[in-house]
């Protein structure tokens, strides 16, 4: 009974999209005569097609090559019609239908990607010189020496929208697809269209999905990476356009008369241009992945020194809503951590250069940048919600920028690291930055326990006892063991200044001969547990403890180590298998004098 009414249902499933091909089929080689009616069933079928399917993923009851003419017929009547509105429809349907990685051969074909990226607008083409003129210049001001099709004006935006959302699933599903789109054209019709930015006739969601699928190709096609930053100077246009668009002006969020130098710290951000930013700010951290310093020219360094400058003011920014602008402040941070270390004093200025209200200040420079981000660490600290992807990019980018900036250094280790008052608790115990990054090493998470023992060791100018001093032997041992030095080290040889900017207070002091250093909090005197033993008592209990080692070691709860001569923990076994070696060839060696002898 039950698989009669499934083959039912499957019967009537292929026979609507049956018909539904049929109509498309006829609309392709409709003639004026009957092609108003034939659109009119055909809009009725493709409606019902997407009533149907809408919140489908993928689709078991369609086989494969009903699928193929079903997206064959959706491709050629978009290509043929005159109709947005059934051009529209049909873009729905693939919409659809591309939600589903299976049987996805049609879409991957030349012809049906250069229809979509057609319909998106995204062709480019050359223009003659008279109509070119005013769109060529403009691009070419923006950084870009592509000229865009001239057919802007005829383009139903409305229409390009829905192409673009085709596009941007079947990139992201399909790596075939990508392979068709990239060598298409499409990668330099986004760009030539982004680079007119100051153009108020494309609309928000024309701009948007030119930047998330802009954004898809770069996350996914790795070799076009180079091609845009060498052959379509993407890097500079996106830099271009973040300026235009975090710009504040008299006239509204839309003129195009700011420049980057009329930033104004503080401002606030609209909810679209914030949208378009964190776009372009993804495309960027995809474009400047696996940068060095050292090879950089002195235009490219001149470009990256200006994002660190903008960076700086959209850290500053806020948005619409508080969570919009933690989610400008970590794709700002993101694209931090790509930007090569010594950049990052571009963070800072001089004070009264732009500062209003109230700024936080420290040696004459203005620290607002850099105290957002502790803000950001702070705050997703507190929500305890996917550390490995939060925390990870933004304490990397807090050592980075503390390992090679004295003042950004100083600055969060009064922040995070503050003369020790309250010894009486556990470094980890509280609500202070300090307490909670401290409790991250000796997080489950490597990554992130890692990353936050790092940052609070730079912060202490990689000095063992200091890291000690504030965090208790216990906590620092993961760190130590990893950098050898768990026998103290030698000092550090970072870039560190070399006075002693580790002042102690009155209550620290009156408690520091009390201060148990593995815990690291002060503790009550105790009294010799072994006290008034007889030795054969003692010699009872420490037998009773190493029987409790021996038994936790053969169950591999524990592994004995010993500190080797690098500072790093050495497995007794190994240690005593090394010995062994050893000894046997020293007596073996002995053996062979003796028989010279």
Not at 175 to 204: D, H, Q, W, Y
Not at 341 to 364: C, F, I, N, R
Not at 418 to 428: I, K, S
Not at 564 to 579: A, F, L, N, T, Y
Request: glycine share 6%; hydrophobic share 35%.
């Amino acid at each position: 009974m039950a698989g009669t009414g499934q083959e039912k249902r499957r019967a009537s499933c292929f026979g609507k999209i049956g018909a539904l091909v049929d109509h498309l089929v006829a609309a392709a080689v409709s003639t004026a005569d009957n092609d108003e009616k034939n659109t009119e069933v055909l809009l009725e079928c493709l409606d019902n097609f997407y009533t149907e399917h809408e919140k489908m993923f993928t689709f078991p009851e369609l086989n494969p090559d009903l699928k193929k003419e079903l997206i064959g017929g959706l491709i050629s009547c978009i290509d043929r019609s005159h109709c947005p509105e059934l051009s529209i429809k049909c873009l729905c349907c693939i919409r659809l239908l591309s939600r589903d990685i299976a049987d996805m051969v049609k879409f991957t074909e030349k012809t049906s990607v250069h229809v979509l990226v057609k319909t998106a607008g995204l062709l480019v083409a050359t223009e003659s010189a008279s109509d070119s003129t005013e769109t060529t210049d403009q691009s070419q001001d923006n950084g870009s020496s592509h000229n865009v099709t001239s057919s802007t004006d005829s383009i139903d935006y409305s229409v390009a929208v829905e192409s673009q959302k085709c596009l941007c699933n079947l990139v992201f599903q399909n790596a075939m697809v990508r392979a068709v789109v990239s060598t298409s054209g499409c990668i330099e019709g986004l760009m030539a269209r982004i680079s007119l930015f100051n153009n108020k006739i494309f609309p928000f969601d024309v701009r948007f999905f030119d930047l998330r699928l802009l954004f898809l190709l770069t996350a996914l096609c790795p070799e076009q990476r180079g091609v845009l930053k060498s052959e379509v100077n993407a890097p500079t246009v996106l830099q271009r356009y973040m300026e235009h668009l975090a710009t504040p002006s008299r006239h509204g969020d839309d003129d195009d008369s700011g420049t980057a130098v009329a930033m104004v710290i503080g401002a606030r951000l609209t909810e679209k241009n914030t949208e378009l930013i964190m776009e372009i700010l993804k495309v960027q951290f995809n474009l400047t992945m696996n940068l060095k310093y050292e090879e950089l020219d002195g235009n490219e360094e001149e470009l990256f020194r200006s994002i660190v400058v903008l960076l700086r003011h959209l850290l500053m920014c806020s948005t619409s809503s508080l969570q919009q602008t933690e989610e400008l402040r970590s794709h700002c941070i993101n694209l931090l951590t790509n930007i090569p270390g010594p950049l990052a004093t571009h963070l800072l200025w001089p004070m009264g250069q732009g500062s209003a209200g109230k700024p936080v200040e420290y040696d004459g420079h203005h620290m607002g940048a850099v105290m957002s981000i502790l803000s950001f660490l702070q705050v997703k600290i507190e929500q305890g919600e996917r550390y490995k992807e939060t925390l990870t990019p933004v304490l990397t980018c807090l050592c980075e920028m503390a390992r090679v900036n004295r003042n950004i250094r100083k600055f969060c280790r009064i922040q995070i690291l503050p003369p020790l008052r309250n010894v009486e608790q556990l470094p980890e115990e509280g609500n202070q930055l300090r307490n909670r990054l401290v409790k991250l090493m000796t997080s489950p998470m490597t990554e992130v326990k890692e990353v936050a023992a790092d940052f609070i060791f730079i912060l202490c100018k990689e000095n063992v006892q200091r890291l000690i001093k504030y965090t208790g032997y216990g906590n620092a041992a993961g760190l130590l063991a990893t950098k050898g030095l768990m026998a103290g080290g030698a000092p550090s040889t970072g870039n560190y200044s070399s006075g002693d900017d580790d002042t102690d207070t009155e209550e620290y002091l009156s408690l520091r001969d009390g201060i148990n250093p593995i815990t690291g909090r002060w503790e009550e005197p105790k009294l010799n547990p072994m006290e008034g033993m007889t030795e054969e008592q003692k010699e009872f209990e420490a037998d009773k403890l190493a029987q409790a080692i021996d038994k936790m070691s053969r169950e591999g709860i524990i592994t004995p180590c010993v500190v080797g001569r690098d500072g790093k923990p050495i497995p007794v076994v190994e240690m005593v298998q090394q010995q062994q070696i050893q000894d046997t060839a020293v007596s073996s060696g002995s053996d062979e004098l003796n028989q010279v002898d």
